[in-house]
């Protein structure tokens, strides 16, 4: 314990980003160690804390040291690499050998490429290391470029963070009007221990969207553009001085330092209150701040739902306002019980409401107004009950989007503005699995949906890309990829954030649970949520300010922020909130 010195202030709200974890560092390798220990040192220095993996490459040959990529991609195993040394190995005391390979095995549960993009997988992983004696000493002379790490020193190592592009909506823009320009949240992995991971999630935004989501967004950015400079000072004034001059309209360069800014806010330490970007000399461009940022965010068309809605025993739409217990129906013909209704969507603006029939046999359009009138139903179909319309979903510019389930004739339909012919939505990675629910994300180019395949209902998510004209435009849900490997069953699933979903699920063998995931695939860094048993559907807001939703038995429950699960109708089922 100290005896003297000054007493200091520490700030008690310092995030994780703020550096202030334990370093560690790597052991060079020793004098006289053998192949495996060779192997075991590298990986092991592979871990530490240092930005260039400078102990790490100590123990690669001179031809290697600079010609190794550490950023070429990360390969996780479910534990440590298993070492094996080949046939015709060697040990330290045998000085007459002279080259040595090493086995590196183990079942890969993640893959992380140069993009930083995560990707879920279930294989088993075998490399081999070679050696060679360099002044009587064994040095690595071949090894794949990229990192190997337990999923331990992964989740230590690394970080989830949201990097932001704007939506492509083809011919919808027009549609869109001045909601086009919304943004879509990219998570990607960084390594925490980097010196500056600000400068790194910048750096990140300028080198692109990840593979996946490519197709379907964009970057204001020209390609080929990077950060010359990047400081953030006490005001929390963050500068970038790019490499490429900002040319174009001033809108041009508002739409940079937007989609800076919003990737910017989920790294700094302390809020970022406003961004100046400047050209290669060091003329400033534009600058925006939180505010005007914030009108390009995804909620932009998620809106800031202040209630959420359920169908109560007299198959009426109902809204609960603010903390209030008691449900009352909306206005309109939903409201009345016009309609037997077995699921709900509300518009995101909360002006219009979509309805199916407890028989799935008939989707109803309306408008939430005391004179509203019912009219004809949008949308039948064939099929009854399970085999007919899944619940219909919203994205945030006016599609509606529902899934017949009719054995006959499955389809994937979006009807424009909710009242227009329906369009077909081709999903060519189906294969034989049928849709049973969906959720369109308010961006309008991701979907998730649950997908029944050989008597399992797994999560997927799916890429909206949007062609035609907006007359008669072309839609395709493709590059499906598997949400939750790691859960046997899934029941129902919901948006809660840009790039999070709550999942309702079972392990195999194991009991059902209720959890958030992240959109790639990772576990999310949420806070477990407390146990409840016997869900059939859940509810969440993209916005994450409000509690979740849940029916359980043949009640509306909810969730309080830091609170467990409360009871707020004894009577009511399938919960949304709009979207």
Request: proline fraction near 6%; hydrophobic fraction near 35%; include cysteine.
């Amino acid at each position: 314990m100290p005896s003297s010195g000054e007493v200091r202030k520490v700030d008690g709200a310092q995030h994780d980003d703020a550096d202030t974890q334990v370093r560690v560092y790597g052991v060079k390798p020793q004098k006289g160690e053998s192949a495996t220990q060779i192997v075991s040192g590298f990986l092991e220095a592979t871990t530490s804390s240092e930005v260039n993996y400078d102990t790490a490459r100590e123990y690669l040959a001179k031809s290697l040291k600079r010609t190794w990529k550490p950023n070429a991609r990360i390969t996780v195993l479910s534990g440590g690499p298993l070492q094996s040394l080949e046939s015709g190995g060697t040990d330290r005391t045998d000085t007459t050998q002279r080259y040595a390979t090493v086995s590196l095995a183990g079942t890969a549960v993640a893959a992380v490429d140069s993009k930083h993009a995560y990707r879920a997988v279930d294989t088993q992983y075998r490399k081999e290391i070679h050696l060679s004696k360099e002044n009587g000493e064994w040095r690595i002379d071949d090894v794949p470029n990229g990192l190997v790490l337990s999923a331990a020193d992964f989740q230590r190592l690394y970080r989830s963070v949201d990097i932001y592009f704007y939506a492509s909506l083809g011919p919808d823009a027009v549609a869109a009007g001045t909601r086009r320009d919304v943004l879509v949240a990219d998570p990607v992995y960084l390594r925490r221990t980097q010196i500056n991971l600000l400068q790194s999630t910048v750096g990140s935004l300028l080198s692109g969207p990840t593979d996946w989501l490519d197709p379907v967004v964009g970057s204001a950015f020209p390609s080929g553009t990077t950060a010359k400079d990047l400081s953030l000072d006490d005001s929390q004034h963050l500068t970038v001085k790019l490499s490429k001059t900002v040319g174009g309209s001033g809108q041009d360069c508002r739409l940079m330092a937007a989609q800076l800014m919003n990737t910017v806010q989920g790294v700094a330490t302390s809020p970022v209150e406003s961004v100046e970007l400047q050209g290669p000399d060091g003329t400033a461009a534009c600058s925006l701040s939180q505010q005007q940022a914030a009108a390009y965010a995804p909620d932009q068309v998620a809106g800031a739902p202040t209630q959420p809605y359920f169908i109560d025993t007299q198959h009426r739409l109902v809204s609960l306002s603010g903390s209030a217990t008691t449900a009352e129906p909306v206005a309109g013909p939903l409201g009345t019980g016009q309609v037997n209704l077995g699921s709900v969507a509300v518009r995101r603006d909360e002006t219009y409401a979509a309805g199916v029939k407890a028989d799935g046999s008939a989707l109803y359009v309306t408008r939430l107004a005391a004179d509203a009138p019912l009219g004809q139903p949008v949308l039948k179909s064939s099929g009854k009950g399970k085999n007919g319309l899944s619940a219909p979903s919203w994205d945030g510019y006016g599609g509606l989007w529902v899934a017949d389930r009719n054995p006959a004739k499955p389809r994937l339909l979006m009807l424009p503005d909710g009242a227009n012919s329906p369009v077909e939505v081709a999903v060519p990675d189906l294969g034989k699995g049928r849709i049973e629910s969906l959720r369109v994300a308010a961006d309008g180019v991701r979907i998730a949906m649950l997908v029944t395949e050989d008597g399992r209902t797994t999560l997927r998510l799916g890429r909206i890309e949007r062609g035609g004209t907006q007359q008669h435009p072309q839609l395709t849900v493709t590059a499906l990829r598997l949400v939750t490997p790691h859960l046997e069953d899934v029941k129902a699933a919901s948006w809660a954030g840009v790039s999070r979903l709550v999942v309702v699920g079972q392990e195999s063998g194991g009991v059902e649970q209720i959890q958030y995931v992240d959109v790639d695939g990772s576990a999310s860094d949420t806070t477990t949520l407390p146990g409840i048993s016997g869900v059939a559907s859940v509810a969440a807001s993209e916005s994450q300010d409000e509690p979740l939703l849940a029916e359980l038995g043949d009640g509306i429950f909810r969730l309080p922020t830091d609170a467990n699960w409360k009871q707020v109708s004894p009577k009511g089922s399938s919960p949304v909130y709009p979207g």
